[in-house]
């Protein structure tokens, strides 16, 4: 359940009293675990995996309603403006025209120069901090365009140009660091307020940045770049049953060489980071450290790419020595060779089931419930597939009978509810259910569809969707297959 599908009065789910409502219905439900989306700020195409930043948070999450409780806003600021009428959908466009005045008025309201807490979070966060804020300050400066396209000495971090922009956008940059030190102090109430009921967060890690990013234009030398900071290959996936031309992301690739010659420091802070942010990480992609697929940069699809030997065992090591135990769960879907299962399996955290991805008429398909072992992690569908409804009322006739004979039932109608409980009654040790599926809703909810732009990342939960007869219903599914 992402943070921006919670109910809210101001066009986005936030860190609210509906945020904290949520957490107590997890907690009736006998819930132990909540899985967010990345928290970063978003970029092209509203994708919370295409962030402005992998250590910032994203500023439409800050609840209007506590800084106007705190006296940073008047109710009537937060009123002022539309940021979207439809509760079960976000308009992003609304939210990019008029968020960010209501911020700033917080911000002209704040005094902040005198609030020692917002010194002591710019001083503990100066290390990214700093680049991100004059990084967006000087975007704003160029209409929003990507740093690639900016003036050559800025583009290029001269030091002369560095220093006369940050006298130039003191101003901005002082505001972005105020609204950076206001969403970390809200996620921190948030998360620490489901800590206390017994709910750990599962924060989602992005295996790559976005090239639009603060760290690509501040860490040139950690990306495959060239002299003019252009990439020389970007990432994707290769073509497949699901798509002939095959997945062209974008996002620049790593330069390992020099991660591994600088023990992998980039990475151990940014772990580090989001282990501040929260109690499990899911690395997104994981195959990509044991061979990603590189495509020559200005090709449109992903077809002349080739596998490239990723950083493997080594990068899990210097994490371990450098930051003890993580608790960390492997994104290890799509085509699994067998040195990415080698690699899962020796770093020893659980892979991921998709219950989606079981019915193939094969009774060795991995994803089977009983071919699980207990250290993994079973979803009915994860953000990037269809609801589960929505999926199976799309089925062939024959697809559907293979689920129906499976689950041992007869009418359509009860597949969800047997899929949920396929999941619950796995030996999996975690099963995470979609809230989607959990309210039984169709295809229209779905979160995300890969490779499409304009209609993703907007689903929302309507208000007083969570009632105690939901939670009941789950806690006692919960209690019965030995999950509470």
């Not at 992005?206 to 990439?231: H, R």
């Not at 879907?333 to 899962?344: A, C, N």
């Amino acid at each position: 359940m992402a943070v921006s599908s919670l109910p809210s009065k101001y066009g986005i789910g936030t860190f609210s009293k509906e945020a904290r409502e949520f957490v107590d219905f997890l907690e009736k439900a006998g819930q132990r675990l909540w899985q967010i989306l990345p928290l970063g700020p978003t970029g092209y195409g509203d994708s919370p995996y295409q962030s402005f930043s992998t250590f910032a948070g994203n500023p439409y999450l800050i609840d209007l309603e506590t800084l106007a409780q705190e006296g940073y806003l008047r109710r009537q600021d937060c009123e002022r403006y539309d940021f979207g009428t439809d509760s079960g959908s976000v308009d992003y466009e609304k939210l990019y025209r008029f968020r960010f005045r209501v911020l700033y008025q917080a911000y002209q309201n704040s005094c902040a120069e005198t609030d020692p807490a917002y010194g002591e979070f710019c001083r503990e966060n100066g290390d990214w901090l700093e680049d991100y804020t004059l990084y967006m300050a000087v975007k704003n400066i160029f209409g929003g365009r990507s740093w690639i396209e900016w003036d050559t000495d800025i583009r290029l971090r001269r030091p002369e140009a560095l220093e006369r922009y940050r006298e130039k956008c003191a101003d901005e940059i002082e505001f972005y660091k105020f609204v950076q030190y206001l969403f970390f102090k809200q996620w921190r109430a948030l998360k620490e307020y489901a800590n206390k009921k017994g709910i750990r967060i599962i924060g989602d890690i992005p295996i790559y940045v976005a090239f639009d990013s603060a760290d690509t234009w501040a860490g040139p030398e950690l990306f495959q770049l060239n002299e003019d900071g252009m990439p020389v290959a970007v990432a994707g996936c290769p073509p497949d049953a699901f798509s002939k031309t095959g997945q062209l992301w974008g996002n620049p690739l790593y330069r390992w060489e020099y991660h591994r010659e600088s023990g992998y420091q980039w990475w151990i802070r940014r772990i580090a980071h989001c282990r501040r942010l929260y109690d499990v990480l899911r690395i997104d992609h994981f195959r990509g450290f044991d061979a990603y697929y590189s495509i020559p940069y200005g090709d449109e699809t992903a077809e002349n790419g080739h596998w490239e030997t990723g950083p493997g065992y080594d990068i899990f090591k210097a994490l371990k020595a450098g930051l003890g135990k993580i608790d960390v769960i492997a994104e290890d879907l799509g085509f699994l060779t067998p040195s990415v299962l080698r690699l899962v399996k020796k770093t020893g955290y659980p892979g991921m089931k998709v219950l989606q991805f079981a019915f193939d008429s094969k009774a060795e398909n991995a994803y089977l419930p009983h071919n699980y072992t207990q250290n993994c992690v079973v979803y009915t569908g994860t953000h990037d597939n269809d609801t589960t409804a929505g999926w199976f009322a799309s089925l062939k006739r024959r697809d559907k009978s293979l689920v129906k004979r499976y689950l041992g039932i007869r009418r359509d109608q009860d597949a969800l509810p047997a899929l949920i409980r396929a999941a619950l009654s796995s030996v999996a040790d975690t099963a995470v259910i979609p809230m989607q599926d959990y309210l039984g809703l169709d295809g229209g909810a779905r979160m995300n569809l890969p490779s499409t732009l304009g209609r993703n990342w907007k689903w929302r939960m309507e208000a007083g969707a969570c009632t105690d007869g939901l939670a009941a219903e789950i806690r006692a599914m919960t209690e019965l297959y030995g999950r509470l």
